[in-house]
């Protein structure tokens, strides 16, 4: 039977919706960030209420549990806790970053690729994927990395690979000596969570209510004013200009 599934990811700038029942779909991209913990419970139960569900009828709700946004995955997390509690359903959870390399498959990538998504304060999230035909496996888990390191790193080790995200356009000075194909423009889309979430359910990965943790692979997301200003100090010695 083709379950019934609904998933969300809020990790980056766009909430990403979908829906599947059977061969039907229903998709939805819209204004995330700040936006996110406001708006993303009424345009799930809208998405319902399109598809003609009720929570109770769904299988699974797939989440999208980072890395990415604090905020965004924090919210994504508890609103996915709090409707499988409700509904007594159980949950799905999706890697952020493996959703944008199956958007860039989807796109023409190849099986083999890197994935580097911004992390904002000058720092990406990264991580490498190979496709087969029973799904995505990880071959570097996700973390964080300085994009013109990790960017010298892989040219490097494998001159030719092929690197998805938002990374490459946020850090495009860092990335503009890699050779292989980019595919900036990839982005963690209902039609690829949807597609991690029924591999997901084929395996038997669901898990209960309270296992929609946040994947966090940043242990701090603020600095003190000292180390603000230290950086600062830093950023200004080297660009010679007094601060």
Known sequence: MTPRL???DTATETMHLGLCRGEQ????????????SASLLPALMALLADAGLGLRELDAIGCGRGPGAFTG?????AVTQGLAFGADRPVLMLDTLMA?????????????????VD???GETYAARYRRSATGWTVLEAP???????????????????????SSLVAHAEAWS???GACWPDSAPRAAALLVLARV?????????ADGALPLYVRDRVAQTTAERMAQRDVQAAGSGVPS
Do not use: S
């Open 177 to 179: 000596g890699l050779r």
């Open 73 to 77: 995955v924090r919210a994504a997390c």
């Open 25 to 36: 779909t229903w998709v939805r991209a819209l204004p995330g960030g700040a936006l996110a």
């Open 119 to 121: 992390a904002r304060m």
């Open 6 to 8: 609904l998933v969300l």
């Open 200 to 208: 997901a359910w084929a395996r038997g990965e669901q898990v209960d």
């Open 100 to 116: 944008v390399a199956e958007d860039a498959h989807h796109q023409g990538a190849a099986d083999d690729l890197w994935v580097a």
């Open 143 to 165: 973390a964080l990395h300085a994009p013109a390191a990790l960017a010298a790193r892989i040219a490097g080790e494998t001159p030719q690979v092929q690197v998805a995200g």
